[in-house]
């Protein structure tokens, strides 16, 4: 039988500014909301429609992250999807499909500190690409 496969690539717009928290054992966890539009036909013309995707990106490089990226960010993701479930204080049972980030590109030049950010899945011009990997 042949191995599953887990794997997924995206680039898009970060929706809010990143939040950084730790985990009991003290490993940082940055959390990333991310819009990557999807074109799709609407009539004679094309339409781009928004999917958001929750992303976690761990230890120094989730720190990095929190420190470096803000909303409007252009950035690439790739990693694994991971499913989770839990119970909320009422009772309600809850389930999430996130991004476990593995390497995290920057893809777009920061902007001056009074620059409005871009609106997310707006068109950007050139920018300089750079950022980190994170190992595999």
């Known amino acids: 039988m042949p191995a599953d496969l887990n ?12 939040e950084l928290r730790y985990t009991a054992a003290g490993e940082a966890v940055c959390s990333l909301r991310l819009a990557v539009a999807t074109r799709t036909r609407a009539g004679e013309g094309w339409e781009d429609r928004p999917n958001f ?5 761990f230890g120094r490089h989730g720190e990095a992250a929190a420190e470096h990226l803000v909303k ?3 950035v690439g993701v790739a990693g694994r ?11 309600g049972r809850r ?3 996130e991004v476990l980030a593995a390497s995290l590109q920057y ?3 920061p902007r001056p500190a009074d620059a409005e950010p871009a609106a997310v899945g707006a068109a ?6 750079g950022g980190d990997d994170l190992p595999a």
């Not at 794997?7 to 990143?18: F, Q, S, W």
């Not at 999807?81 to 204080?89: G, H, S, V």
């Open 7 to 18: 794997t997924v690539g995206l680039v898009g717009r970060l929706t809010r500014d990143p």
């Open 72 to 74: 409007g960010r252009r």
């Open 81 to 91: 999807l991971a499913w989770r479930e839990w119970r909320t204080d009422d009772g």
């Open 53 to 57: 995707f929750d992303v976690a990106v």
């Open 124 to 129: 950007n011009g050139k920018g300089a690409t």
């Open 107 to 109: 893809l777009d030049a």
């Open 95 to 97: 389930e999430a499909v």
